[in-house]
């Protein structure tokens, strides 16, 4: 009888832990944290040497790297299922991007953008959510809007792409996970939401390779990035 009662207390015991995982830990946990450093590579030299960008655009300012005109730069070398940690600094009205699957020079049909944005500027808090930081832009919005922090505040980038399937960390929250497969219209996106007239390949049609890129001083807004970091899996 006391070995059946301890049976049950040690069963409760288990449920009652597995229950009490919070969501945003099952979330956290797509990625390990104990990833040994070794695996890690910056995405960056400090030359730029392996990169592509026009002259004199892109340059590291106290481990900083950040640009002069609205252009690019993009890795020299492609990849496919790959986890991307940065971080960003925007300034008021910040609008700026992270491409994965890029093909530079055809980036803007042919990449996938997660968007950088300040949220509290009235143009992009007043657009559609899929224009919004975090999201997929023009595809798929982020689960949660001003996850982003304020002007002159670093955020955290989390990218994993696994072929079709892009997870984004915003700050350390899962924000988003899309599933590019779902992705077959040039003009609509599977919530109904209309996609953007320039964004004419549909998602699911991308090869899962290519260069990663950023979007430089879009607009007259500076973007700031810096701890740039890439591995294989």
């Known amino acids: 009888m006391n070995r059946n009662l301890i049976l049950i207390a040690v069963l409760l015991l288990v449920t009652v832990t597995s229950c009490s995982q919070s969501p945003d830990s099952a979330e956290s946990s797509d990625i390990s944290d104990e ?3 070794a695996e890690w590579k910056t995405l960056f030299a400090d030359d730029l040497s392996d990169a592509t960008f026009p002259k004199g655009v892109w340059y590291w300012e106290d481990s900083t790297l950040t640009a002069t005109e609205d252009q690019a730069i993009w890795t020299n070398e492609t990849y496919d299922n790959f986890e991307l940690e940065l971080e960003f600094k925007n300034a008021e ?3 700026s991007g992270v491409f994965v699957y890029a ?7 042919n990449s996938v953008e997660i968007q950088i944005a300040d949220d509290y500027d009235p143009q992009w808090a007043n657009s559609s959510p899929n224009w919004q930081c975090g999201a997929l ?3 798929q919005a982020a689960t949660e809007q001003k996850v982003v922090k304020r002007p002159g505040e670093w955020n955290k980038y989390r990218v994993v792409c696994q072929d079709q399937n892009i997870k984004v960390f915003l700050n350390e929250k899962l924000v988003n996970d899309a599933d590019l497969g779902k992705f077959t219209s040039e003009k609509a996106n599977p919530d109904g939401t209309a996609t953007v007239d320039w964004l004419s390949v549909p998602l699911a049609e991308l090869p899962t390779q290519g260069h990663v890129g950023f979007q430089g001083k879009h607009a007259g807004k500076p973007i700031w990035f810096k701890n740039l970091r890439i591995r294989e899996i």
Do not use: C, I, Y
């Open 35 to 37: 990833v040994p450093e």
């Open 93 to 95: 009205g910040t609008n």
């Open 103 to 109: 093909e530079p020079d055809k980036w803007l049909t």
């Open 137 to 139: 832009f023009g595809h």
